[in-house]
């Protein structure tokens, strides 16, 4: 009986603890809202360059996710300093401080890994790349999130590895291999932080 009632103190005690840890400073607007951008971006692709190979079609393909990657930060981030100002509190503003910190490493290599096959004429990797140092990201700051977002980081990273070592040559900048991760997965994380929000509000 008292092993029983210590086991379900520790469960309320682990509950209450991951209430406080999880960071509420993530949108799930925003989070869907930059996965729509990047579907529209696979269409603009598909329209423009839908298997590139010529150095005008490697230009515009890199435009085009370049563009995408630029509106998605905005969004969400964007979001993320409306809410900071408007919301945040004491622990909360740590929180934040400790999610950048936490994303850091992953945004850092991704960007130094893409401007190094840029250099070299690889872009055919970058696609592994992206999905793997987002991947990388979400895994890191996976305490503050809901716990299926850690699937997603998994199948994130696991898509990266993928298409990191495809043979293929430049057939994963086919047009719909961003759209698939980076569409639909965002999406899917929004969908997963307003489950959560609903959860947590509801009595």
């Known amino acids: 009986m008292e092993v029983e009632r210590a086991l379900a103190d520790l469960a309320e005690v682990r509950d209450r603890l991951a209430s ?9 607007s925003a989070a869907a809202l930059s996965g729509v951008v ?7 692709q598909w329209v423009v ?6 150095p005008a079609d490697l230009h515009a393909y890199l435009v085009i996710w370049l563009v995408c990657l630029a509106a998605a930060l905005a969004i969400n981030y964007g979001a993320l300093l409306i809410w900071y100002a408007r919301n945040a509190r004491l622990h909360e503003r740590r929180q934040t401080r400790t999610v950048g910190i936490a994303i850091l490493p992953a ?7 893409t401007l190094a096959m840029i250099g070299h004429g690889l872009t055919g990797m970058l696609p592994g ?3 793997a140092s987002y991947g990388i990201g979400l895994f890191a700051s996976r305490a503050m999130l809901p716990r299926g977002v850690i699937y997603v980081a998994c199948a994130f990273g696991v898509a990266g590895a993928a298409l990191i070592l495809s ?4 057939a994963p900048l086919a047009f719909w291999v961003m759209p698939v991760g980076f569409g639909v997965g ?3 994380i929004g969908y997963l932080l307003s489950l959560d929000r609903k959860a947590r509000t509801t009595p």
């Open 20 to 28: 406080v840890q999880e960071f509420r400073g993530y949108s799930a």
């Open 38 to 44: 990047a579907l529209v971006a696979g269409a603009v």
């Open 49 to 54: 360059a839908p298997h590139p190979q010529s």
């Open 107 to 113: 945004i850092g290599l991704g960007a130094v890994m």
């Open 129 to 131: 790349i992206w999905y």
């Open 167 to 170: 043979p293929e040559g430049r």
């Open 186 to 188: 965002q999406i899917l």
